[in-house]
């Protein structure tokens, strides 16, 4: 079929205003296809993370405000056989509900933060962080949105931080969080939340059982001054994330109506190609081409034009992603939209596909056409 690239190349060109507005339309439905697909595979990361972590949360309580544990309870569950660390959390967000711009601060004490996290940092220094009450370590999604560099001033609510460092994390969703000290956000003007926190995140030896830790570990304070209810940090951000996890689940069928949408694009275009044609395809016939060389001529059109659009629109959601540090998050609990080698793949295979199912019938008319009727058109 190579032979014949310049033909199909020039039929194309030949309806050049009809090719782009149909390239054009393809590449719009495999956008918001790979954004949807984007935020399907930041829920699937953020849910799939490492059982052996767990998160203690005031029983009975959602948004982060609202839940209020006693600090020193880490020096009782760290006492506890498969424990191998506790580590308190005082947590500040802008916005308990459902945001695409969630800032999430995390008051860690300072010496912690590596420990518990695998950060890379890009910009600033560690010793800077630690050493400064009002420092925060900002995550790159947040300093892209809001134009943060090192030295900056930053400030939601009441909680004003200067950037010591600015860093990455293959958990991209971490990305959205500023980290700061403890004390200094307990201390914050408004809060006066001294000698409490939000959370104790827990990390387990290998060999403890998440499930019996987390029910241990309410036992123990099931009488006690708070109550608390602990669960793997995957469920609990599943937990944290309910609602919008309904809305991403039907967010897929906005995904497949796009594919439909082109698929039927494509194939109406097709077959205003092949009615265009019909005299030279009967030509071709009469010339000896026979009806499955018109078929795939015809077939190969329609696949050029879906993956143009495949390209182009997959192509174009990869840079935003990349660019722009979106995301989605409710409670603390953030969804990164970021690009894959995955994703990228899935919006090129998936238009190889349509550009085939839309071709189909149009070539099988093509190829099927009554020769003498064809050279009969005006």
């Not at 708070?226 to 919008?244: H, I, N």
């Not at 390209?311 to 840079?319: D, E, H, I, P, Y």
């Amino acid at each position: 079929m190579f032979k014949f690239a310049p033909y199909v190349l020039k039929t194309l060109w030949r309806h050049r205003g009809r090719t782009m507005l149909t390239v054009s339309g393809s590449a719009v439905a495999l956008f918001v296809f790979c954004f949807v697909g984007s935020v399907q595979e930041g829920l699937d990361r953020l849910t799939s993370q490492n059982d052996s972590t767990l998160i203690v949360f005031q029983a009975n309580k959602f948004c982060p405000a609202t839940s209020h544990l006693p600090q020193d309870y880490d020096q009782i569950i760290e006492k506890m056989p498969g424990v191998r660390a506790v580590v308190p959390i005082q947590v500040f967000t802008n916005n308990c509900r459902a945001s695409l711009d969630v800032v999430v601060f995390y008051g860690v004490p300072p010496g912690n933060v590596q420990k518990i996290r695998d950060f890379e940092l890009l910009e600033g220094s560690w010793d800077e962080f630690e050493s400064n009450q009002d420092a925060g370590i900002v995550g790159e999604a947040v300093a892209r949105r809001r134009h943060l560099k090192v030295g900056s001033k930053f400030s939601v609510g009441e909680v004003k931080v200067t950037v010591a460092g600015i860093f990455n994390s293959d958990n991209q969703s971490e990305e959205d969080y500023v980290y700061t000290h403890l004390d200094f956000l307990q201390r914050t003007p408004g809060m006066n939340l001294v000698g409490t926190v939000t959370q104790h995140e827990v990390l387990l030896e290998d060999s403890a059982d998440p499930v019996a830790m987390a029910g241990l570990i309410d036992d123990e304070f099931r009488a006690g001054p708070v109550e608390t209810d602990t669960r793997t940090k995957g469920v609990f951000q599943a937990s944290s994330l309910a609602d919008l996890v309904e809305l991403i689940e039907l967010s897929h069928y906005l995904g497949y109506a796009c594919v439909g949408l082109m698929t039927m694009l494509i194939s109406t275009t097709t077959f205003m190609a092949v009615q265009d044609r019909i005299k030279e395809h009967s030509v071709l016939q009469t010339l000896g081409f026979s009806g499955s060389i018109v078929f795939a001529l015809v077939l190969t059109e329609s696949v050029l034009i879906s993956v143009g659009g495949g390209v182009v629109g997959t192509g174009t959601a990869m840079l935003t992603l990349a660019g722009s540090g979106l995301s989605v998050g409710a409670e603390a609990v953030t969804i990164a939209f970021s690009p894959s080698v995955g994703l990228a793949m899935t919006g090129l295979a998936g238009s190889l596909a349509v550009g085939f199912a839309a071709g189909v019938l149009p070539a099988l008319a093509a190829s099927r056409a009554d020769i003498v009727t064809g050279l009969r058109q005006a």
